[in-house]
């Protein structure tokens, strides 16, 4: 018997295909962040600044001196973007789970 | 199975930004999203049901107008916005909810290279049938915005002819639903006569796809009432 194709199929196959190529765009934009917060230590009223991240398993810090306004705001708006991109992602691994779920395909033969 | 949506308050805020950026009023927003403005802020359209769809497509006239140079790709970049670009190299802002397409109206068949919009620092797609859709665009008022639209009569016939052209049954479907929808409510309203007026000064090819997705439809009345003599 010949099955005809079902455009419900159709529709969850393509946005299946949408979120694949999304998750793997924002999995790159997440990545070209640059890494860790900044640590402001105050030493004779005088701010110094450090570059926290984990290093496998262990937070590292690296010493970042004295950074211009302009800098810090780059660290800090590039650790709210990785916030945001890290919800994104998420959301995006869960229609993903979600469609393939949906797309699982009963064995044939089965009761 | 629900389509889904754009959640209404992000597509309010992206074209909030634009708004207070002073690019809002040089773009026109097309797509689906046309529909909730329609219902919110035309007379007679009330009736309209909610809008599905995770695409907000905005349409730049050309050649673009706008009087300041705007980033929109740095506007609506902290609300989670990234750029994917086809191998095309048209451009899009993507989203987990939604996405942000960018057009401008075909200059002549084979032109459809990237366009740069130097106003919005964007490339966009240049697309048929889309001086139809854009000419005379009205402004609707919705939640604070002030939103240019295409006329529902316009908005109508376009959906009509790209029902026709689309490879996707699906989207096809959906332009057809849309297009009976809008232009049912118009032909209890006294703007019907504009619409038949358009229909009528349309070129041929566009009529014969017009006519030919009311004819695949049940909607004979609208065909009628649109193709009479």
Redesign the interface.
């Known amino acids: 018997m010949r099955i005809r194709a079902n455009p419900v199929r159709g529709v969850l196959r393509e946005e299946l295909a949408n979120a694949i190529r999304k998750l793997a765009s924002f999995e790159r934009a997440s990545r070209a962040q640059p890494r860790g917060s900044l640590v402001e230590k105050r030493i004779r009223g005088r701010s110094f600044f450090y570059l926290a991240y984990r290093e496998g398993g262990k937070v590292r810090f690296e010493y970042k001196g004295k950074l211009k306004p302009e800098e810090v705001a780059r660290f800090q708006e590039a650790k709210k973007l990785r916030a945001r991109y890290r919800g994104i992602l998420a959301d995006l691994r869960h229609q993903i789970a979600y469609l393939k779920k949906a797309l699982h395909e009963r064995k044939v033969g089965a009761a | 199975?629900k389509e889904?949506s754009a959640p209404p308050e992000l597509v309010f805020e992206v074209l909030g930004r634009m708004q207070d950026a002073g690019v809002l009023e040089h773009v026109v927003l097309v797509g689906s999203w046309v529909m909730h403005f329609y219902r919110a802020g035309v007379a007679g359209f009330g009736s309209l049901g909610p809008v599905r769809s995770t695409d907000m497509d905005l349409m730049i006239p050309t050649p673009p107008r706008f009087v300041k140079t705007v980033s929109l790709v740095e506007l609506v970049?902290?609300?989670?916005f990234?750029v994917?670009r086809s191998r095309s190299g048209f451009m899009k802002l993507?989203?987990?909810?939604m996405d942000m397409d960018f057009l401008v109206p075909e200059r002549g068949r084979g032109s459809d290279e990237p366009y740069r919009v130097e106003g919005l620092g964007i490339t966009a797609q240049p697309i048929r049938y889309a001086d139809l859709l854009i000419e005379n665009a009205i402004r609707v008022k919705d939640g604070g915005l002030a939103v240019r639209v295409p006329e529902p009569a316009r908005f109508g016939l376009h959906k009509l002819i790209i029902s026709q052209r689309r490879r996707?049954?699906?989207k096809a479907a959906k332009d057809l639903r849309q297009a009976i929808e809008v232009l049912s409510v118009l032909s209890k309203q006294p703007a019907w006569g504009r619409a038949k007026d358009l229909c009528g000064a349309m070129p041929k090819g566009w009529r014969a796809l017009a006519r030919k997705a009311l004819e695949g439809s049940d909607s004979p009345d609208l065909l009628r009432s649109l193709f009479a003599r």
């Open positions: 199975m889904k970049k902290d609300l989670g990234i994917q993507i989203h987990s909810e996707g049954m699906d």
